[in-house]
């Protein structure tokens, strides 16, 4: 009899990534599950070069990491084991192989979607004006539809179960033309998440914990930094200028500087993990050394320009500012201004100079805090109280074992 486990199926250079970035989650499958795998298909991606994996270190015993060499491997070992995974694989060309893979050996799958975010379209995005520096979009949006296609005639895998947070991908799902077609010839199986399950967003779940151990003192402002160049920025419009970076930089710090001696306090900089800038910007001020969610919950007021971290603090209902400038770039201008638009949020553009009001300020701070319950209700918290990792846990081990 074959040995049933749970899995994380990734392909990635930095494994440590997947454990810190689902820490809550395979912390508590830990204690339903006697062993929980994390399987690294890096080696069976196509159209990549292959970097040397960065294994974590110090991981507790009961995380098996597997780093597969090829797909004979891979098979070998699916051979004496049911293997039931959370998928963390891309769709672009580089995976059709995995997806292939994963059909044939006839594996469950489970996708976690509780981050809520504005984020990129499935789709790749045409500007003429970024036409020859997109390429890299191109390959990892471009695919798409043919990616769906191989899903509805059986060549890649389905989604057996998705945990989602946000209902309007709830209702779009449940009202797909797919869904549709399958109500009227119920022996055709083609909808791609053959059934999904709402759960509580990831930052309900970390703000929940963070409440249970503490009050928070509102002791600081926190800017919660974004990279200048961020992948999703230069794979759409190409690298960004230098002069550029310096003075998007310059304005931003004196704009920190400004709200901090407003308000008396002083700014932190949650650095983005992935950024390895070193600017002059980041020696302006103290970095913090705690995770961002837990800077957020001892913040005041939040300040960024494109994060999905700020949903943290509008659960908190916190003061927020949103900054933009043109240098930002079209693609993460736009995602900010979203959030702006969403959340009815307090926004400046620094690449002016902003003679700022401290009583009119404080006046739209809290004004736009008002705003916040519909994206609340409809995005972060639709599950009541309960914990998105509690939920996952629970349903897996129901269903499949």
């Not at 976690?112 to 979009?137: D, T, V, W």
Request: aromatic share 14%.
């Amino acid at each position: 009899m074959k040995k049933k486990i749970i899995s994380f199926i990734i392909a990635q250079e930095n494994i440590e990534n997947t454990y810190t970035s689902n820490k809550i989650l395979i912390d508590h499958l830990l204690k339903k599950f006697s062993e929980v795998y994390i399987f690294n298909l890096y080696n069976l991606k196509i159209f990549t070069k292959k970097n040397p994996v960065i294994f974590p270190k110090n991981l507790p015993e009961k995380i098996k990491i597997i780093n597969f060499k090829d797909s004979d491997e891979f098979k070998k070992f699916n051979i004496d084991h049911e293997v039931i995974s959370i998928l963390m694989i891309g769709k672009n060309p580089g995976y059709f192989k995995i997806h292939r893979l994963l059909k044939k050996l006839n594996i469950k799958l489970i996708m976690i979607m509780n981050l809520s975010q504005i984020g990129n379209k499935l789709s790749a995005e045409m500007k003429f004006k970024y036409l020859f520096k997109s390429y890299r979009n191109y390959f990892d949006k471009g695919f798409y539809h043919l990616f769906r296609i191989f899903t509805v005639l059986n060549i890649f895998p389905k989604i057996d179960l998705l945990f989602e947070s946000n209902t309007d991908v709830i209702n779009y799902i449940k009202n797909s033309r797919g869904n549709r077609i399958e109500k009227l010839f119920t022996f055709l199986k083609i909808t791609y998440y053959r059934e999904v399950i709402p759960v509580n967003s990831i930052y309900f779940d970390s703000i929940k914990i963070l409440k249970k151990n503490k009050n928070p003192e509102n002791n600081y402002i926190t800017y919660i930094d974004t990279h200048f160049d961020h992948p999703d920025r230069t794979s759409r419009e190409g690298e960004v200028k230098k002069n550029d970076q310096d003075t998007f930089y310059n304005n931003l710090e004196v704009f920190l500087k400004n709200i901090s001696f407003i308000y008396k306090k002083k700014v932190i900089i949650t650095k983005h993990p992935n950024n390895r800038s070193f600017h002059n910007f980041y020696q302006s001020f103290e970095i913090s050394k705690i995770p961002t969610n837990e800077a957020i919950f001892e913040s005041e007021i939040v300040i960024f320009s494109v994060s999905s971290a700020i949903l943290n603090a509008v659960i908190l209902k916190k003061k927020i500012i949103n900054i933009n400038s043109k240098l930002l770039g079209d693609y993460m201008g736009n995602i900010g201004q979203q959030y702006v638009k969403l959340l009815g949020l307090v926004s400046y553009n620094i690449d002016k100079n902003i003679a700022l009001e401290p009583k009119i300020l404080e006046i739209n701070l809290n004004k736009s805090i008002k705003n916040y319950d519909e994206y609340i209700n409809k995005k972060l918290i639709i599950d009541g109280e309960n914990e998105s990792f509690k939920k996952i846990t629970e349903t897996i081990h129901e269903r499949f074992f």
